[in-house]
């Protein structure tokens, strides 16, 4: 009988590492070592544990690495709090990769890229920038503007300090909600940041976050004068198929999982307002 | 009794009693009407319908109305859908000062699938002729006498008498007694347990789990349904088996009990025509044999036998003696 | 062209279930039918449509997908697919056997749902013409004719018995070993019988519905329509209509622990239910307006759009019939049009 797409493979949480207080980032692996499957950034995979649930997930490691495969993941809901029970050796079910990717061997090509990232939204940012930092001289200049509620809530801020901050031709602007000890950077929401460091027009924009920092982000990105064509962002919402079957992440005619879930702004602007 | 109902609505819409009307649009056919709110007298005027089809109990609709400023809305009530609305009150679920009742008589609503049962299809129109139906049809005119296509809970009405209005249209009726309406009951209680329990499986197991019964019914206004809670332990989107089949249909009766009016409206939407009334009427039925004759929404302080002690009340051990008799 | 004799459709079945598990429409009580296995000499309906269509052969409302089970801290996958016995329905209307065909571009495009195609390759679909099409019925709207129907066998009926046409291989296949019960009749009658259906088609009240208003790339004009809040005002939120409809497919993927092992099943899901798009932080479609739109755009316009124009409704009205408040698909198309002639 031909192969499933709805049934997973087993693999191995290979690592679990604490990000931030409600963070946690897993490298799984099949039981032979290897990488579970090819993707490209932006894209997503069905993890489950099963009796548990399944849920839709972006695959934070870029496609660069050979070697394992990562996912993000917060602690928001019933098989989150499970996944964040998982310890190293354990297993758990995958299957994918699902859905459209960030552009990065057409649109992105040769541009300076700019990404903005609020919270857990940089999960999937996190697989562009390392795919870009590792085909550096297909990519022009990289800006980073990542923003959380505090210091601790930085997803991914060793990563950030030892090997992002250090690349070169990579810019990274970090900012917090609120003052903190201890925090000597800028302090401030990550749309008002956005604005104050007044971006270069030509840069190709690559946000995600929550929903509401995504809207003022763009609205103010577009009153610097970004178009909506410029700017590529990824939608949430509920998937259970993951394969543009089961009817319910639907924006229109448009399904978040098969069609998305990266969209040009613009793209989404011809959608209805139902997200 | 349609044109009283839309002059006397038209009136209080224009006095300002009421900015709002609940009840029946015309549909395509004479029989498809939908419940529906009117806020103006050309609306009334065009659509507004009331007829042998408009079974359909607003009450419930009234939560979601009565909690709306702007206004109180008229309702116009036939006697089961008051006691619904009583019943509603009574458990606090709707905001009384925001409704104006009008009672209306009823002598019974017509059931569509019991005028298909005798095979007349193709319909174009349904005139009322007397004590019959005329049903013109794509295949000829065929008449039917209206008593003949009544629904069921229409054949075993409680009562005429509207519990509660602010004003009556037409006469006020009476009680009715109850040995028709228990007449389905007690045939179950003559079987063996084994006929009983192959009488629901043999009825359930036809259960698409559309959940019509739940959602159209005015004693079931949970906000969140454990059916529907993911975090309940026992959510289920479908009946899956035997077990899941029966234990919805069990677990909502035993939630309405004591509470359900016994409007029929379960029966009426279930799309597989499964007598889901029986089971309701059993928990009334055996609630009036242990803690004596009570009807909910009967008034809106009455306190439930179920969830109020006296020293009267039947023990433990006198319901397992009256069950095993 | 051949014909089989009502008197002889007993045997006709009896001997056809030999060879293929036959399913027909069965009355449960008057006016009401359910498809059931054929057994022999059980009446098969005379009733024009079942309750539930007959999208279940094929996309059963419950289903195991997976099985998993836990051996030293492995998780062990279970294929629980095998391949499906052959079997065929019969009696099925012009409506349904439509049906297949829009649920075919869901399940059958890639990646191929083979829960879905292994039953589709073994089912044969013996479709019936309609002699008595009811008030609700409009599938002549999506450009169905209900006297010349779809699938494997074609059985024109009669008030005598039916003439059999095979349109595909299967269906020749399935007719050879049975040409003992069929004769050989000039095929006037069946041309006669045609053109009474389609008569009739006209007369019925729903007759001439118009699909102009909808279709692909109608979303703006559509969406933001007020009539939606009117429209869906008396919508209880139930599944009725998603559940009776032949076209509707939305499903839920859900895991059920037997204690030794997690079967992972899918079941039907509806739109309409509060609980459909919700997420851990917040829900898209907040009230029944967005619920209810969401049904009506998504057969009217985004399925069209992503399916070559095809609209994802057959007319076959049994929401019509179901509806706890009698709000459906032809009220919706009707105050959208009308609307729409104002503006």
Same mark, same amino acid.
């Given at each position: 009988?031909?192969? %499933? ?28 070592? %290897? ?47 499970? $996944? ?24 992105? $090509?040769?541009?300076? $890229? ?81 604005? %104050? ?39 949430? $919402? ?38 | ?9 038209? #009136?209080?819409? #224009? ?25 103006? @007298?050309?609306? !009334? ?12 109990? =607003? ?15 008229? @309702? ?11 019943? !509603? ?20 609503? @017509? ?26 049809? =794509? ?43 228990? #007449? ?34 005015? #004693? ?106 | ?91 099925? &209307? ?24 292994? &039953? &589709? ?223």
């Amino acid at each position: 009988m031909n192969s %499933e797409t709805l049934i997973p493979h087993a693999v191995v949480v290979e690592d679990v590492r604490i990000d931030t207080p409600d963070v946690k980032t897993f490298r799984v692996l099949t039981r032979e070592g %290897e990488k579970p499957f090819d993707h490209l950034p932006g894209q997503c995979a069905m993890i489950s544990i099963p009796g548990v649930g399944e849920g839709m997930f972006s695959i934070t490691s870029s496609p660069t690495n050979r070697a394992y495969m990562e996912f993000s993941i917060k602690k928001c809901g019933h098989l989150t709090n499970w $996944l964040h029970m998982l310890e190293p050796g354990m297993e758990v079910t995958v299957r994918g990769p699902y859905g459209r990717p960030f552009p990065v061997e057409e649109d992105l $090509l040769g541009k300076d $890229l700019l990404f903005i990232a609020g919270g857990i939204g940089l999960a999937p940012l996190r697989a562009v920038i390392n795919y870009v930092r590792d085909n550096r001289e297909n990519y022009g200049d990289v800006q980073i503007i990542y923003g959380a509620r505090s210091k601790d809530d930085l997803v991914d801020y060793a990563e950030i300090l030892d090997e992002w901050q250090t690349s070169p031709g990579v810019e990274v602007d970090l900012t917090i909600d609120r003052e903190q000890a201890g925090w000597a950077g800028h302090v401030g929401f990550v749309p008002n940041y956005v604005k %104050e460091l007044n971006p270069d027009r030509g840069k190709t924009v690559l946000v995600c976050g929550p929903p509401i920092m995504i809207k003022f982000t763009v609205a103010g990105l577009t009153e610097l004068g970004f178009a909506p064509e410029q700017i590529w962002t990824t939608m949430e $919402l509920r998937m259970k198929c993951g394969i543009g079957k089961c009817g319910r992440c639907n924006i229109g005619a448009k399904y978040v999982c098969k069609d998305g879930p990266v969209f040009r702004y613009d793209e989404l602007g011809e959608l209805p307002d139902e997200y | 009794m349609q044109e009283m109902m839309k002059n006397r609505a038209k #009136a209080l819409l #224009a006095d300002g009693t009421v900015s709002r009307v609940i009840g029946w649009r015309r549909g395509e056919f004479s029989y498809d009407v939908t419940p529906a709110v009117f806020e103006t @007298a050309e609306e !009334l005027e065009r659509d507004f319908v009331f007829d042998a089809f408009c079974g359909a109990n =607003v009450s419930k609709y009234l939560i979601r109305e009565s909690a709306k400023d702007g206004g109180r809305i008229l @309702a116009f009530l036939k006697p089961c859908d008051a006691f619904s609305f009583n019943q !509603l009150l009574a458990e606090h679920r709707v905001r009384r000062e925001n409704v104006y009742l009008i009672g209306i008589p009823c002598a019974g609503k @017509a059931d569509i699938d019991r005028i298909k049962k005798a095979g007349i299809d193709g319909v174009l129109g349904i005139a009322e002729d007397g004590e019959d139906f005329v049903v013109s049809t =794509v295949y000829g005119e065929e008449r039917v006498k209206q008593a003949d296509v009544l629904a069921e809970r229409c054949l075993a009405c409680k009562s005429k008498r509207h519990p509660v209005y602010d004003e009556l249209l037409g006469e006020e009726g009476e009680d009715l007694p109850d040995d028709v309406r228990f #007449a389905g009951v007690a045939k179950l209680e003559t079987m063996t347990a084994e006929e009983r329990f192959d009488f629901w499986r043999s009825e359930l197991s036809k259960c698409i789990r559309c959940n019509a019964c739940r959602n159209v019914c005015p #004693a079931c206004t949970c906000e969140n349904c454990v059916f529907d809670n993911p975090d309940s332990g026992i959510s289920q989107k479908t009946a899956a088996d035997p077990f899941e089949e029966n234990m919805y249909h069990i677990i909502r009766a035993f939630h309405v009990a004591g509470r359900c009016t016994d409007c029929g409206e379960c029966s009426r939407v279930c799309p597989e025509h499964i007598p889901l009334h029986l089971l309701n009427r059993k928990f009334i039925k055996d609630i009036d044999e242990l803690y004596g004759t009570y009807r909910a929404g009967e008034d809106d302080g009455t306190k439930n036998p179920l969830t109020s002690y006296t020293e009267g009340d039947a023990e433990a051990s006198v319901v397992r003696e009256r069950g095993r008799a | 062209m051949k014909f089989l004799k009502r008197t002889d459709l007993d045997c006709f079945l009896t001997a056809a279930a030999e060879h293929r598990t036959i399913y027909v429409p069965i009355d449960e009580e008057p006016n009401k039918s359910a498809y059931r296995r054929y057994k022999p000499r059980t009446p098969v309906s005379q009733g024009l449509k079942t309750t539930r269509s007959a999208k279940d052969f094929f996309f059963p409302q419950t289903e195991n997908l997976v099985g998993f089970r836990i051996e030293d801290k492995k998780i062990k996958i279970l294929d629980p697919r095998t391949e499906h016995e052959d079997f065929a329905v019969f009696g099925v &209307r012009a409506c349904d056997a439509r049906s297949f065909g829009i649920l075919d571009k869901v399940f059958l495009s890639e990646p191929v749902d083979t829960y879905y195609q292994n &039953r &589709r390759a073994h089912g044969l679909i013996l479709t019936m013409t309609c002699r008595r099409p009811a008030e609700t019925c409009f599938c002549t709207a999506f450009g169905i004719d209900p006297a010349s129907p779809e699938g494997d066998i074609v059985f024109t009926e009669t008030a005598d018995g039916w003439y059999i046409e095979p349109k595909t291989e299967g269906g020749r296949d399935f007719l050879a070993p049975l040409e003992e019960f069929l004769e050989e009749r000039d095929e006037g009658g069946a041309e006669e019988a045609k053109a009474r259906t389609r008569e009739t088609m006209e007369k019925l009240p729903l007759a001439g519905l118009k699909t102009d208003s909808f279709g692909g790339g109608k979303t703006k004009e559509l969406f933001d329509r007020p009539e939606w809040a009117s429209l869906s005002e008396a919508c209880i939120g139930c599944g009725t209509c998603t559940f009776v409809c032949p076209t509707c497919q939305c499903y839920d993927i859900r895991d059920y622990d037997t204690g030794r092992e997690v079967r992972r099943f899918r079941c039907w899901d509806s739109c309409m239910y509060s609980d459909f798009t919700k997420m851990a932080g917040g829900n898209p479609r907040l009230t029944q307006k967005e619920r209810f739109r969401q049904r009506f755009m998504h057969k009217l316009v985004y399925f069209p759009e992503n399916n070559g124009g095809e609209f994802g409704c057959v007319g076959c009205g049994r929401c019509l019939a179901s509806c706890p408040i009698h709000m459906n698909i032809v009220k919706v198309m009707k105050t959208l049009s009308e609307g729409q002639d104002e503006q």
